[in-house]
């Protein structure tokens, strides 16, 4: 069967339509899953752990954030094959409405004083969810805004999952704020629930954007013409295991996001330095707030010079900048986190940010694109979100050592300037032809359906 040089062009609107509900959906998922780190590092030490002991309550909680990034990899390997199969439209609904359920049964637990040591178990459970959940959400919507996206500005519609996900961040602190600003009696009793409660009409108004958006012409010309993989992650291991690992590696960035995210803000709120919650919660709000502006403008950089120049930046950047943000935190003093905190999250690390969906997208084909995205992305996030409970840990006793923290997350980001330089540059490569090179062998009956 012959193949045509080129997919179908997406219907007129359908990129922007694409980014929309990419952007959408994504801020409406990761305010659910967000609510949940400032929830574990303010509130539930209280709640879910034992009272008695503050620091190790504080680091139970903590690892219960990193237990989502556990699961990761193992919805990962199970959203990205069904999405590589089925297409990414469907892997987008359904990863929606597992995370709005998830979150909502969050807020419904029953506390530590009621129920005893279910209580957190219950509440791992929710956080696993959670992380199925996110495993396929990001990797669904880069798939489908990369492949809809016209050639030379893929990083730029691309770059709308992420800013999705920094919009989903900034609406979960602005939530946060007024609940922590509650009588203690009041927030411990039902007022850390709202956020979670929230989460339903969350899933409402995400079902209603995302079904209608078309499934993307690339896919649909793959499995029109050469047929779906059966097995993509037999596929993926075989010819694009280099590409897999490296996408692993550069994952790692996230580290910076997980402490800034959440060790900074229960470091900055703890005895040793005891700044205000509700004063923290705005430097994320307004840290998230740039980022939204910064994302979209990197990536547009990227399609102008090269995805590989402006990871660096933000990789290599983000490693020197989080020695001088949590410096700033361990002074106390409020305008110099402020200032630090918006340079570091919402300028620096974006760079990173907004280039590694379109980044990583493009070293896969059609057929294991999201596979790629999924299982690599995942299992470097997992590294991240445990980075949390590490820092924890190597903070000392007193939990004030902000610069050992600091030089564990600058080694974290070692691994993706090492992945960046090593990896091809695409940004000029034509969409169908993404992912092809010398050595990889083409579709044959054992991996290929039509």
């Not at 609406?171 to 979670?196: H, K, M």
């Not at 900074?264 to 205000?276: I, R």
């Not at 057929?367 to 409970?389: K, W």
Request: net charge neutral; proline share 6%; aromatic share 10%.
């Amino acid at each position: 069967m012959s193949v045509p040089a080129s997919p179908p062009a997406a219907p007129a609107g359908q990129p922007k339509k694409a980014a929309t509900a990419a952007w959408i959906g994504s801020a409406l998922e990761y305010y659910d899953f967000f609510i949940y780190g400032s929830a574990a590092a303010l509130i539930f030490p209280d709640v879910f752990f034992d009272e008695s002991d503050p620091a190790t309550a504080t680091l139970l909680s903590l690892a219960t954030f990193g237990v989502a990034y556990a699961a990761r990899p193992v919805g990962a390997l199970f959203l990205g094959h069904f999405g590589d199969r089925l297409g990414r439209k469907k892997i987008m609904v359904f990863t929606l409405m597992l995370m709005g359920v998830s979150t909502f049964l969050i807020g419904c637990l029953p506390t530590r004083d009621q129920v005893g040591t279910l209580a957190p178990v219950l509440l791992v459970l929710c956080r696993v969810l959670q992380g199925i959940s996110a495993a396929g959400e990001q990797a669904s919507a880069n798939s489908m805004s990369l492949e809809h996206a016209p050639p030379d500005r893929r990083g730029f519609f691309t770059s709308f999952t992420l800013s999705g996900t920094q919009g989903g961040q900034l609406l979960a602190t602005l939530v946060f704020i007024p609940v922590a600003a509650l009588p203690e009696d009041q927030l411990l009793s039902w007022g850390w629930r709202v956020p979670f409660w929230m989460s339903i009409a969350v899933a409402v108004v995400g079902y209603v954007i995302r079904r209608t958006l078309e499934e993307t012409p690339t896919f649909t010309r793959q499995a029109a013409t050469e047929g779906v993989a059966k097995m993509p992650l037999a596929v993926l291991l075989r010819d694009y295991w280099a590409d897999v690992l490296r996408v692993v590696a550069a994952a790692l960035v996230a580290s910076v996001s997980t402490i800034f995210t959440v060790w900074a803000l229960a470091y900055s709120t703890s005895d040793a330095v005891g700044m205000d919650r509700t004063s923290m919660l705005w430097v994320g709000a307004l840290a998230n707030l740039v980022a939204l502006a910064a994302i979209p403008l990197w990536a547009t950089l990227s399609d102008r010079v090269g995805r590989r120049p402006v990871f660096l930046i933000g990789a290599a950047g983000s490693a020197v900048m989080m020695f001088a943000y949590l410096w700033a935190i361990s002074t106390g003093s409020y305008p110099l986190v402020m200032v630090l905190g918006i340079i570091t999250f919402g300028v620096v690390y974006s760079a990173a940010n907004g280039v590694w969906p379109s980044f990583y997208g493009e070293m896969f084909p059609t057929r294991v694109r999201l596979s790629g995205m999924a299982v690599g992305t995942q299992i470097g996030f997992a590294v991240a979100g445990f980075a949390v409970t590490f820092a924890a840990q190597i903070a000392g006793p007193d939990g004030d050592d902000w610069k050992a923290v600091a030089l564990f997350t600058a080694a974290l980001c070692v691994p993706p300037v090492i992945a960046a330089i090593t990896a091809r540059e695409t940004h000029t490569v034509p969409t169908e032809r993404l992912g092809e090179r010398a050595g990889t062998k083409s579709p044959d009956r054992a991996t290929v359906s039509a």
